[in-house]
T-cell receptor
Framework: TQLLEQSPQFLSIQEGENLTVYCNSSSVFSSLQWYRQEPGEGPVLLVTVVTGGEVKKLKRLTFQFGDARKDSSLHITAAQPGDTGLYLCAGGWQGTDKLIFGTGTRLQVFP | KAGVTQTPRYLIKTRGQQVTLSCSPISGHRSVSWYQQTPGQGLQFLFEYFSETQRNKGNFPGRFSGRQFSNSRSEMNVSTLELGDSALYLC????????????FGSGTRLTIV
């Protein structure tokens, strides 16, 4: 059973465009993390959000945790080819370091 | 500081064999987890270890096992390999607590022929 659904599954855009990736669940999480993975490598942590409604910015990336802590979004402004990769959200709970990963969004940014 | 090291990077095995994969976490990280990544299923949780204790196990058959040593290094073992076990096996370590994220290794690409 996949607890975290991401949309869209695939995204192909031109450099300079904006995009939003969504991560939705029926479960409540204590924390929500976003990772980016490039071919042949492990995922790399981008951000951790822990408070409902929290918004974090990382240069051109904006992350939001839903008020009910069941969903999250990642917004990229003025996408660049270097943003290309597989974006994964992951939910965690207090008392355990186990994470459940989302289904993934594969982003391709063309110059 | 050194990252998470997984060995070997690539492995080819035949059906019925067994395999042991190794993971050295970041120094000071006592929490180690393993994930299986396949194109169809994405990242699936296998095990979570903390201070040599398995705290959580994913929904995998008993052929999948693991352990953690006193220096936090971890191994996972898969016995009686099946074609469907072909995947990228990822190890990750972290400081304990929900506020901290994982640092992943580059993975072991296991191919069963």
């Amino acid at each position: 059973t996949q607890l975290l659904e991401q949309s869209p599954q695939f995204l192909s855009i031109q450099e300079g465009e904006n995009l939003t990736v969504y991560c939705n669940s029926s479960s409540v999480f204590s924390s929500l993390q976003w990772y980016r993975q490039e071919p042949g490598e492990g995922p790399v942590l981008l951000v951790t959000v822990v408070t409902g409604g929290e918004v974090k910015k990382l240069k051109r990336l904006t992350f939001q945790f839903g008020d009910a802590r069941k969903d999250s979004s990642l917004h990229i402004t003025a996408a660049q080819p270097g943003d290309t990769g597989l974006y994964l959200c992951a939910g965690g709970w207090q008392g355990t370091d186990k994470l459940i990963f989302g289904t993934g969004t594969r982003l391709q940014v063309f110059p | 500081k050194a990252g998470v090291t997984q060995t070997p990077r690539y492995l080819i095995k035949t059906r019925g064999q067994q395999v042991t994969l190794s993971c050295s976490p970041i120094s000071g990280h006592r929490s180690v987890s393993w994930y299986q990544q396949t194109p169809g299923q994405g990242l699936q949780f296998l095990f979570e270890y903390f201070s040599e204790t398995q705290r959580n196990k994913g929904n995998f058959p008993g052929r999948f096992s693991g352990r953690q040593f006193s220096n936090s290094r971890s191994e996972m073992n898969v016995s009686t390999l099946e074609l469907g076990d072909s995947a990228l096996y990822l190890c990750a370590s972290k400081l304990t607590g929900a506020n901290y994220g994982y640092t992943f290794g580059s993975g072991t690409r296991l191919t069963i022929v």
